[in-house]
């Protein structure tokens, strides 16, 4: 059975990088199927997609972030990463990893790990 | 960018009833629209494809209507757990999409 599981620090200082991994386990991110997402949640709000990327390292932004936002993937590890530069406190929120397919269905999902932005 | 709205924002329903949720597209989408459903501290769980599509394991009283800009989501006889946070999800312009802002289907 396919997991995903978020990790990384749950405290990051603003004007700093957050940085987040994704570890798939039961199943191997190099498939050609999928691809593998980033997506947010601030709290008490709604869903918010950052981005994805397939397993051959193509990349795909939410325009409104693509200037501070680097997703990157290392098929050796099974993993990929996502890096948000220049933080604020607006960028406080529960991070999700997925996958979905060649169209953003997004139908596995990790836990979830809380960022919070604060000095 | 494709705007996502849903109504209502709050929905009061009781057991057994039905449950009609609406989503909005600022730009016609097609039919390329999803449904999530999230419970309290869980991860959302994919519910709704191609506008009416159920994604495996989504049992029949989910279902999904629409395409171009008006969208429904009814459930059409609610249990105890379906009481959650629903959201619409257009990917009709990848590679972007977005998500409106969810329904809060609440027991009545």
């Known amino acids: 059975q396919l997991q995903l599981q978020e990790s990384g620090p749950g405290l990051v200082k603003p004007s700093e990088t957050l940085s987040l991994t994704c570890t798939v386990s039961?199943?191997?991110?190099?498939?050609?199927?999928?691809?593998w997402g980033w997506i947010r949640q601030p709290p008490g709000k709604g869903l918010e997609w950052i981005g994805s990327?397939?397993?051959?390292?193509?990349?795909y932004y939410n325009p409104s972030l693509k200037s501070r936002v680097t997703i990157s993937v290392d098929t050796s590890k099974n993993q990929f990463s996502l890096k948000l530069s220049s933080v604020t406190a607006a960028d406080t929120a529960v991070y999700y990893c997925?996958?979905?397919?060649?169209?953003?269905?997004?139908?596995?999902w990790g836990k979830g790990t809380t960022v919070t932005v604060s000095s | 960018e494709i705007v996502m709205t849903q109504s209502p924002a709050t929905l009061s329903v009781s057991p057994g009833e039905r449950a009609t949720l609406s989503c909005r597209a600022s730009?016609?989408?097609?039919?390329?629209l999803a449904w999530y459903q999230q419970k309290p501290g869980q991860a959302p769980r994919l519910l709704i494809y191609?506008?009416?599509t159920r994604a495996t394991g989504i049992p029949a009283r989910f279902s999904g209507s629409g395409s171009g800009t008006e969208f429904t989501l009814t459930i059409s006889s609610l249990q105890s757990e379906d009481f959650a946070v629903y959201y619409c999800?257009?990917?009709?312009?990848?590679?972007?999409?977005?998500f409106g802002q969810g329904t809060k289907l609440e027991i009545k």
């Open positions: 999800q257009q990917y009709n312009n990848w590679p972007s999409c977005s």
């Open positions: 997925a996958r979905h397919h060649h169209v953003p269905l997004m139908d596995v």
């Open positions: 730009q016609s989408v097609s039919s390329n």
């Open positions: 039961g199943g191997s991110i190099s498939s050609s199927s999928y691809y």
């Open positions: 191609g506008a009416s």
């Open positions: 990327i397939y397993y051959s390292g193509s990349t």
